[in-house]
């Protein structure tokens, strides 16, 4: 207790006091003196993440900064000081308090409150080629679904979005993305690369099978080589128009990408066919003269023929074989195509040739020969014996055959001939050739007592006198030459004769003739006496 209204404390409350006055009846007045309690102030976090704070001492009736918070909780700001856990902030972060309790060392705790931070998300569409999608606002620690992905990038399909090494799926509830006040978080589209499938065609005449490639939008590829097949044609590439299978648009083995952006969509390639080219050779097998160029050919394109420029003594042209000693396959100019399948190929063509028929006529070549012989046919290049003469001329031998009327034999009786004539169906004339036949004269002497005579060389046809007789026969006079040993005379010495006989190489034998000697016999007495 003081004792004035301004005075410090001189008695202690309950204290033992005496002579407070001296004046009988006096009052004395002793005025209460107050000290303000002292307090303190504790600040809780309140879900705080982080910080600590010492207590605040506090004077009752003492206004007092509060302390600067300390704490921090991830994803909020710090909105002030509130009196209970989940009560409303009372105080702001360093406001001035006064009074927070009246009780003398008190306690008061203030509750840290916290208000969560605002963030935004950008989304960005990470190399979309069309689209778009707005921002979108978030609250720490409120879950919220993602805006829908509105971008989109040719040849891929949207994965989701990328943040932070994982991927958010589109339309994702998501929450606490920053902790950041008015942060901005910036999701990237992940796109995956669309998945197709090229499919292999034979395209017109092609055969054989292929399997499907898969490839990836943005992914370079070879594309698989060519299986297909097509008789007599080469195969130089794809084409992507079903309808056009000439251009080419991709050459085997190629390497593409991008052919559709379509997801599990398809691409569809057609082989390209060129059809091939090839030569045809021609051979003159044989022939004798003439050139020929070879001939170019397309598979499937019907051609004709060069004509033959070839020839060969003795034959005609027949046509084209596919070897040298085949049939004909194809006949002079024919129209011819796919010959062969092999591109830049070579077909030689063999000409054939037939061996050009003739005639042989045989002329008896002397009106006096007589006989028939029919003609003989032969073929160039096939020996044959020539038929045996028919043909005969009294006292000669047939001699052989001549090629004129006045020629010597070139070819004797049944000889082996060839190529008497090379035009075909010609007639080839043979003259027969007739040789004198030659005989022999035989002189006998038939009788004769003496003498000799050499046979005598004739030839048919050619006159010749008659060797004179060298025989003799005594008492005999020579009186010719007759044809056999007991004629008459037929021929006077040293006639002239011709043609004894037609026999080749005949004898012909003369028999002398023989007049007897007439003669006188006198007869002589020689004493007779008488008679005569």
Same mark, same amino acid.
């Given at each position: &207790?003081?004792?004035?209204?301004?005075?410090?404390?001189?008695?202690?409350?309950?204290?033992?006091?005496?002579?407070?006055?001296?004046?009988?009846?006096?009052?004395?007045?002793?005025?209460?003196?107050?000290?303000?309690?002292?307090?303190?102030?504790?600040?809780?976090?309140?879900?705080?993440?982080?910080?600590?704070?010492?207590?605040?001492?506090?004077?009752?009736?003492?206004?007092?900064?509060?302390?600067?918070?300390?704490?921090?909780?991830?994803?909020?700001?710090?909105?002030?000081?509130?009196?209970?856990?989940?009560?409303?902030?009372?105080?702001?972060?360093?406001?001035?308090?006064?009074?927070?309790?009246?009780?003398?060392?008190?306690?008061?705790?203030?509750?840290?409150?916290?208000?969560?931070?605002?963030?935004?998300?950008?989304?960005?569409?990470?190399?979309?080629?069309?689209?778009?999608?707005?921002?979108?606002?978030?609250?720490?620690?409120?879950?919220?679904?993602?805006?829908?992905?509105?971008?989109?990038?040719?040849?891929?399909?949207?994965?989701? &979005?990328?943040?932070?090494?994982?991927?958010?799926?589109?339309?994702?509830?998501?929450?606490?993305?920053?902790?950041?006040?008015?942060?901005?978080?910036?999701?990237?589209?992940? &796109?995956?690369?669309?998945?197709?499938?090229?499919?292999?065609?034979?395209?017109?005449?092609?055969?054989?099978?292929?399997?499907?490639?898969?490839?990836?939008? !943005?992914?370079?590829?070879?594309?698989?080589?060519?299986?297909?097949?097509? %008789?007599?044609?080469?195969?130089?590439?794809?084409? !992507?128009?079903?309808?056009?299978?000439?251009?080419?648009?991709?050459?085997?083995?190629?390497?593409?990408?991008?052919?559709?952006?379509?997801?599990?969509?398809?691409?569809?390639?057609?082989? %390209?066919?060129?059809?091939?080219?090839?030569?045809?050779?021609?051979?003159?097998?044989?022939?004798?003269?003439?050139?020929?160029?070879?001939?170019?050919?397309?598979?499937?394109?019907?051609?004709?023929?060069?004509?033959?420029?070839?020839?060969?003594?003795?034959?005609?042209?027949?046509?084209?074989?596919?070897?040298?000693?085949?049939?004909?396959?194809?006949?002079?100019?024919?129209?011819?195509?796919?010959?062969?399948?092999?591109?830049?190929?070579? %077909?030689?063509?063999?000409?054939?040739?037939?061996?050009?028929?003739?005639?042989?006529?045989?002329?008896?070549?002397?009106?006096?020969?007589?006989?028939?012989?029919?003609?003989?046919?032969?073929?160039?290049?096939?020996?044959?014996?020539?038929?045996?003469?028919?043909?005969?001329?009294?006292?000669?031998?047939?001699?052989?055959?001549?090629?004129?009327?006045?020629?010597?034999?070139?070819?004797?009786?049944?000889?082996?001939?060839?190529?008497?004539?090379?035009?075909?169906?010609?007639? %080839?004339?043979?003259?027969?050739?007739?040789?004198?036949?030659?005989?022999?004269?035989?002189?006998?002497?038939?009788?004769?007592?003496?003498?000799?005579?050499? !046979?005598?060389?004739?030839?048919?046809?050619?006159?010749?006198?008659?060797?004179?007789?060298?025989?003799?026969?005594?008492?005999?006079?020579?009186?010719?030459?007759?044809?056999?040993?007991?004629?008459?005379?037929?021929?006077?010495?040293?006639?002239?004769?011709?043609?004894?006989?037609?026999?080749?190489?005949?004898?012909?034998?003369?028999?002398?003739?023989?007049?007897?000697?007439?003669?006188?016999?006198?007869?002589?007495?020689?004493?007779?006496?008488?008679?005569?």
């Amino acid at each position: &207790w003081a004792t004035n209204a301004t005075g410090e404390a001189v008695y202690a409350d309950g204290s033992e006091v005496v002579n407070l006055a001296a004046e009988s009846g006096a009052t004395a007045k002793l005025y209460a003196t107050w000290t303000p309690n002292a307090y303190k102030v504790a600040f809780d976090g309140n879900g705080a993440t982080s910080g600590s704070m010492s207590d605040q001492a506090f004077t009752y009736d003492e206004a007092q900064a509060l302390a600067s918070n300390g704490f921090a909780k991830v994803g909020y700001a710090f909105a002030g000081w509130a009196t209970n856990a989940t009560g409303a902030a009372a105080f702001a972060d360093g406001e001035a308090a006064l009074n927070l309790t009246a009780e003398p060392d008190g306690a008061v705790t203030l509750f840290a409150t916290w208000t969560p931070n605002a963030y935004k998300v950008r989304f960005d569409g990470n190399g979309a080629t069309s689209g778009a999608t707005g921002e979108q606002g978030f609250t720490y620690d409120e879950s919220q679904a993602l805006a829908q992905n509105g971008f989109a990038k040719v040849g891929y399909t949207f994965a989701g &979005w990328a943040f932070g090494g994982d991927v958010i799926a589109d339309g994702a509830v998501v929450s606490n993305l920053t902790a950041v006040a008015d942060g901005t978080v910036t999701l990237l589209a992940t &796109w995956t690369p669309n998945e197709y499938t090229v499919g292999f065609h034979g395209g017109e005449g092609g055969t054989g099978e292929m399997p499907g490639e898969s490839m990836k939008y !943005d992914e370079e590829a070879a594309l698989y080589s060519n299986l297909f097949f097509r %008789v007599g044609y080469t195969f130089v590439g794809w084409t !992507d128009d079903e309808t056009d299978l000439e251009e080419v648009d991709y050459l085997d083995g190629a390497v593409v990408s991008n052919l559709t952006a379509e997801v599990d969509g398809a691409f569809d390639l057609w082989a %390209v066919w060129t059809p091939n080219q090839y030569t045809v050779a021609f051979d003159a097998n044989g022939g004798d003269a003439g050139e020929m160029d070879a001939q170019d050919f397309t598979y499937d394109a019907a051609q004709a023929l060069a004509s033959n420029a070839f020839a060969k003594v003795g034959y005609t042209y027949a046509g084209w074989a596919t070897s040298p000693t085949g049939e004909v396959a194809y006949a002079d100019g024919a129209v011819v195509s796919n010959l062969t399948a092999e591109a830049d190929g070579e %077909v030689t063509l063999y000409a054939v040739w037939t061996a050009n028929p003739y005639q042989v006529v045989f002329d008896r070549n002397d009106e006096l020969a007589t006989g028939e012989m029919d003609a003989q046919d032969l073929v160039y290049d096939a020996a044959d014996n020539l038929a045996s003469n028919g043909f005969a001329k009294v006292g000669y031998t047939f001699a052989g055959w001549a090629t004129n009327a006045t020629g010597a034999a070139v070819y004797a009786d049944g000889a082996e001939v060839v190529n008497l004539a090379a035009e075909s169906g010609a007639t %080839v004339t043979l003259f027969a050739t007739w040789t004198p036949n030659s005989y022999a004269v035989r002189f006998d002497g038939n009788g004769a007592t003496s003498g000799e005579m050499a !046979d005598q060389a004739f030839t048919y046809d050619a006159s010749q006198a008659l060797a004179s007789n060298a025989y003799s026969k005594v008492g005999y006079a020579f009186a010719g030459w007759a044809t056999n040993a007991t004629g008459a005379a037929v021929y006077d010495d040293g006639e002239t004769v011709l043609n004894l006989t037609a026999e080749a190489d005949g004898v012909v034998t003369l028999f002398a003739t023989w007049t007897p000697n007439e003669y006188t016999v006198a007869f002589d007495g020689n004493g007779a006496t008488s008679g005569a």
